[in-house]
């Protein structure tokens, strides 16, 4: 049995079919070579492997069991991955499915993301593709945010599999009946506050949404470590940003993270998050201080911003943000005072976060 190390991993190939007639000889091998490398990571690549039988699955369970570890089977075919799931294998291993390639080539770029850039693939798909410095647990892991998302209800994009393609890594989604908000506003500018009005009646209801502790992480968490990624930790602002994120009370109720004029979809009337990575339970003033500082803050300090991210003028951007936020804050009149103030005190932490990624140009993508 072939066999190298990758990754950090002892990775086995697994070949052609495994069933009664060769099973025994494939046990052998395996338990000669698995005892040499004790404590080392173990993955099986399924993908030469066209079939296993009951006889071929007892002896990767064998295995198991004697190097007392995880392990993965990776690049797992459909077929292949049908005989593991019903079987209960999927809940026994850590089982990854064959990844398919595309080609993104003379797709049409729809927007930008934090982390990304979309594609339109079919008139039913698109993909967001990641460049080289993501890691690929981070795509999983928005991937696994998004599904999740949506079993409670939160009104997002369908996610499907993640693919490979020629700018790295990305994950396809349901298409969008057009795109973006920000494409929408731009080209139906009467539209304008009645997108604003919408977007708020949105948050509203998804900031008033609980969601668990143990399937959403806390913004708190992800924003301190955002900032420790994106700034010196001998910079000063550090613990003035990790002082600001400890004043903002705790909540239970979700929160997307990164909400802006490219992160929201339309489908058949329907406003849809895109980008949900960032999605998490905490204070709801994280996300109107992310709206507020790239719609407003940001622009008032750099002059451009919201043109070259959103392809919509200053003028457009401010008005934007009054209308939502008076939709927002309607039945709440008597809070709009002390929210201006909180979101002019906290918008630097998503200049932070933003400005520093975008100078950095760390995540590899070229606009198209």
């Known amino acids: 049995m ?78 292949v991955f049908d005989i593991l799931d019903v079987t209960g294998f999927t809940s026994i291993f850590e089982v990854e499915r064959q990844m398919r390639s595309i080609s993104i080539k003379g797709c049409k770029r729809i927007s930008s993301a934090l982390n990304g850039e979309i594609f339109q693939l079919s008139e039913d798909e698109m993909i967001k593709v990641y460049g080289d410095s993501i890691p690929f647990s981070d795509i999983k892991k928005e991937r696994q945010l998004a599904q999740t998302a949506m079993a409670f209800g939160i009104p997002t994009l369908i996610p499907y599999d993640i693919v490979q393609c020629e700018n790295g890594y990305g994950i396809v989604f349901e298409k969008a009946e057009t795109t973006s908000l920000a494409y929408l506003i731009s080209h139906e500018p009467a539209k304008l506050e009645e997108y604003a009005g919408r977007l708020a009646t949105l948050l509203k209801e998804l900031h008033s949404t609980e969601v668990p502790e143990d399937k959403f992480p806390d913004i708190k968490d992800k924003y301190r470590k955002w900032i420790a990624e994106t700034n010196d930790p001998s910079d000063s602002k550090v613990s003035v940003f990790s002082s600001l994120i400890s004043t903002i009370p705790d909540s239970g109720t979700y929160v997307h993270g990164d909400i802006n004029l490219n992160s929201v979809m339309v489908k058949d009337d329907e406003l849809l998050l895109l980008d949900m990575s960032g999605s998490a339970r905490g204070n709801s003033l994280f996300d109107l201080q992310a709206l507020f500082a790239s719609l407003v803050a940001i622009e008032r300090k750099n002059e451009g911003y919201c043109l070259k991210t959103f392809g919509l003028s200053r003028t457009a951007c401010i008005k934007f943000w009054n209308a939502f936020f008076s939709v927002y804050m309607g039945d709440r009149p008597q809070e709009i005072h002390s929210m201006n103030e909180l979101l002019l005190k906290y918008f630097v932490l998503k200049e932070s976060v933003l400005n520093k990624l975008e100078n950095k140009n760390r995540y590899g993508i070229n606009s198209r």
């Open 2 to 79: 072939k066999s190298q190390f990758k990754d950090g991993n002892l990775v086995y190939f697994l070949e052609g079919r495994i069933d009664s007639s060769n099973a025994d000889q494939v046990g052998k091998e395996l338990q000669d070579e698995g005892t040499l490398f004790d404590g080392m990571s173990i993955a099986f690549d399924a993908e030469r492997l066209e079939y296993i039988s009951s006889a071929g699955l007892r002896v990767l369970l064998k295995f198991k069991k004697s190097v007392k570890r995880d392990i993965k089977i990776i690049n797992v075919s459909d077929e």
